[in-house]
């Protein structure tokens, strides 16, 4: 567990999952609710809690972001982190876009980074956003992810496609920002 | 022009099997394909198997397998349309052309025949080809039928321990309607349509005492 000044990152558990699967709304196209062959998908409860049991799929990838009263506000994703190809696919999500611009995001994003480039020295993390996620896209770009490209019309729900775009930070790039927080951690006053 | 090809495409079945498995001693299909280095040899055979396998029932496939074939050449190659999304009505599409035939038309009017499967056979709306970038002939080919590099992935493939580019290419059932109305005009014979008439002349030919 990790607990930061604005937020509790932890491994996601069965019992986060009523809270967590309020980010699986159907209404609300997301980057984050897409699978492997990029299609929306929303699981009951009941699956989600079953995943988040599965200790093989959740363990050190998926986390669940509390806020200081204890509310899971959030989530984030390390997945598919290769040996091999040195890359990793970041999701952060939150109930709220407001979130996105929060102190509480940064510190999410300070994590993923440090355990990507850091940990896992990985050369490189991906994310993706839809057309229609603007506050992660703003999210992303502040924090040195440049776009790789446009993929059209690549995900139909509620009756109409939706383009995806896709983002890369390297490694060079998150371990600079990563060291300058540290700075400006230091110089804080006290 | 007038194409005429003995080239036309068939769904692969286990009868091509020893074809495969020859292919596979092509450098070429493991670099450009499957490039694992974590995956055998044998991981590599008993997959194809598993495709080549597939008995038909009545459950809509995730991958189809198709051999480009003729009757004078051979088999040409292999094109596999996979991760098909029934929802997006989107499908990704893999191709390998044997080493013989890479020079030619072969590969193009395989590759274009294949294409016509999806859009008009599969319903499908949009296909994805994700070609490394040291694969020039490849994306080359796929720009010629109009597809468009949507994004570039540095640095995102791992091949003799180097890092190289991934190029991700989209074509729309628009574009390739666009496109085969230029090819209509100026390659007749090139679509499924001719394909399969050839088909059934060579055979009507071959049967008549």
């Given at each position: 567990?990790?607990?930061?000044?604005?937020?509790?990152?932890?491994?996601?558990?069965?019992?986060?999952?009523?809270?967590?699967?309020?980010?699986?709304?159907?209404?609300?196209?997301?980057?984050?609710?897409?699978?492997?062959?990029?299609?929306?998908?929303?699981?009951?409860?009941?699956?989600?809690?079953?995943?988040?049991?599965?200790?093989?799929?959740?363990?050190?990838?998926?986390?669940?972001?509390?806020?200081?009263?204890?509310?899971?506000?959030?989530?984030?994703?390390?997945?598919?982190?290769?040996?091999?190809?040195?890359?990793?696919?970041?999701?952060?999500?939150?109930?709220?876009?407001?979130?996105?611009?929060?102190?509480?995001?940064?510190?999410?994003?300070?994590?993923?980074?440090?355990?990507?480039?850091?940990?896992?020295?990985?050369?490189?993390?991906?994310?993706?956003?839809?057309?229609?996620?603007?506050?992660?896209?703003?999210?992303?770009?502040?924090?040195?992810?440049?776009?790789?490209?446009?993929?059209?019309?690549?995900?139909?729900?509620?009756?109409?496609?939706?383009?995806?775009?896709?983002?890369?930070?390297?490694?060079?790039?998150?371990?600079?920002?990563?060291?300058?927080?540290?700075?400006?951690?230091?110089?804080?006053?006290? | 022009?007038?194409?005429?090809?003995?080239?036309?495409?068939?769904?692969?079945?286990?009868?091509?099997?020893?074809?495969?498995?020859?292919?596979?001693?092509?450098?070429?299909?493991?670099?450009?394909?499957?490039?694992?280095?974590?995956?055998?040899?044998?991981?590599?055979?008993?997959?194809?198997?598993?495709?080549?396998?597939?008995?038909?029932?009545?459950?809509?496939?995730?991958?189809?397998?198709?051999?480009?074939?003729?009757?004078?050449?051979?088999?040409?190659?292999?094109?596999?349309?996979?991760?098909?999304?029934?929802?997006?009505?989107?499908?990704?599409?893999?191709?390998?052309?044997?080493?013989?035939?890479?020079?030619?038309?072969?590969?193009?009017?395989?590759?274009?025949?294949?294409?016509?499967?999806?859009?008009?056979?599969?319903?499908?709306?949009?296909?994805?080809?994700?070609?490394?970038g040291?694969?020039?002939?490849?994306?080359?080919?796929?720009?010629?039928?109009?597809?468009?590099?949507?994004?570039v992935l540095h640095e995102h493939?791992?091949?003799?321990?180097?890092?190289y580019d991934m190029y991700?290419?989209?074509?729309?059932?628009?574009?390739?309607?666009?496109?085969?109305?230029?090819?209509?005009?100026?390659?007749?014979?090139?679509?499924?349509?001719?394909?399969?008439?050839?088909?059934?002349?060579?055979?009507?030919?071959?049967?008549?005492?």
């Amino acid at each position: 567990m990790i607990t930061g000044e604005y937020a509790v990152i932890r491994s996601a558990e069965p019992d986060d999952a009523p809270a967590l699967w309020q980010l699986y709304d159907p209404s609300r196209p997301r980057s984050f609710l897409l699978g492997p062959q990029r299609e929306i998908m929303i699981p009951t409860a009941d699956e989600l809690r079953e995943m988040l049991g599965r200790r093989d799929l959740v363990q050190g990838t998926f986390f669940a972001v509390e806020n200081k009263q204890g509310l899971v506000c959030g989530c984030c994703v390390l997945r598919g982190a290769k040996f091999e190809s040195e890359y990793a696919e970041m999701v952060v999500a939150f109930g709220e876009d407001s979130e996105y611009v929060t102190p509480l995001a940064e510190e999410v994003f300070q994590f993923l980074l440090h355990m990507a480039f850091i940990e896992k020295k990985l050369n490189k993390l991906q994310a993706h956003c839809l057309c229609t996620e603007i506050a992660y896209r703003e999210f992303l770009v502040a924090r040195g992810f440049e776009s790789d490209g446009v993929q059209r019309d690549m995900v139909y729900t509620r009756g109409r496609y939706f383009d995806l775009e896709s983002f890369t930070l390297f490694h060079a790039a998150g371990l600079t920002r990563l060291r300058n927080r540290e700075v400006e951690d230091a110089a804080a006053p006290a | 022009m007038a194409l005429k090809s003995s080239v036309f495409i068939r769904r692969a079945d286990r009868d091509d099997l020893d074809t495969v498995v020859a292919w596979m001693e092509d450098p070429a299909f493991q670099r450009f394909l499957y490039g694992d280095p974590t995956r055998s040899p044998k991981q590599i055979r008993e997959q194809i198997v598993g495709m080549l396998g597939r008995s038909a029932n009545h459950s809509m496939p995730g991958g189809i397998y198709f051999m480009a074939d003729s009757a004078k050449l051979g088999p040409v190659g292999l094109f596999s349309v996979v991760n098909i999304s029934w929802r997006n009505r989107s499908c990704n599409i893999d191709s390998y052309v044997s080493e013989k035939r890479r020079t030619g038309f072969f590969a193009t009017i395989a590759f274009y025949r294949v294409l016509e499967y999806c859009f008009h056979e599969l319903n499908m709306h949009r296909i994805n080809i994700y070609i490394y970038g040291f694969n020039t002939r490849s994306w080359r080919n796929f720009e010629l039928s109009g597809g468009k590099r949507e994004i570039v992935l540095h640095e995102h493939v791992a091949r003799d321990g180097k890092l190289y580019d991934m190029y991700g290419y989209g074509l729309l059932r628009s574009e390739f309607e666009e496109l085969r109305e230029f090819f209509k005009k100026k390659f007749k014979g090139i679509d499924l349509a001719h394909m399969i008439e050839d088909m059934k002349t060579t055979q009507q030919t071959e049967a008549a005492p």
